[in-house]
């Protein structure tokens, strides 16, 4: 009876250990996920706001009179 409960109670150890794992792990990976949507946002709204800088004419230092 005893070495049953032994065996019971490492079981459910194990498998609590084993769910804590898995959601740490989805943790940092959805971190990463997230994290890279992110940055991949941040350089297309980069490049968009130097693209429309090229588009306008180049203004001079100096004028023509």
């Not at 959805?30 to 992110?38: C, I, Q």
């Amino acid at each position: 009876m005893i070495q049953r409960l032994r065996e019971l109670i490492g079981a459910v150890s194990f498998h609590r250990g084993l769910a804590l794992g898995a959601l740490v792990g989805s943790a940092i990976a959805g971190s990463t996920v997230w994290a890279k949507v992110r940055s991949g946002r941040e350089a297309s709204r980069t490049i968009r706001h130097d693209s429309r800088a090229d588009a306008s004419p180049p203004r001079s230092a100096t004028t023509i009179d």
